[in-house]
């Protein structure tokens, strides 16, 4: 008789670290087009980043889920804060120099 041989889950580092990597993520910058076509799509299609992709030229499902996921988690909120401070003040000190 043969025994059957069940697959087990090997337990990997790679699983194990993979939230801690996705914490060190950089920002995705995307053009307003590219944005307002990722909701747009993901409305239609929901998560099939795949499908989504392929409809931005240069963008990978990869990268446009990582977007989303940055975008809409709590967990990147405070970064994202950050980085748009810094922006709007960036933005605040041309407008003062401009105007002296």
């Given at each position: ?9 090997k ?18 910058h ?52 950050r ?18």
């Amino acid at each position: 008789m043969e025994k059957c041989r069940c697959k087990r889950p090997k337990i990997t580092t790679s699983d194990q670290s993979e939230e801690v990597v996705s914490i060190e993520w950089e920002f995705i910058h995307m053009s307003e087009q590219e944005e307002d076509l990722i909701y747009r799509m993901y409305r239609l299609v929901g998560e099939r980043w795949d499908l989504i992709a392929g409809r931005i030229p240069g963008r990978t499902a990869a990268e446009l889920e990582r977007f989303w996921i940055m975008r809409h988690s709590d967990m990147f909120a405070e970064k994202r804060n950050r980085l748009i401070d810094v922006f709007l003040n960036a933005v605040l000190i041309n407008c003062l120099v401009k105007n002296l």
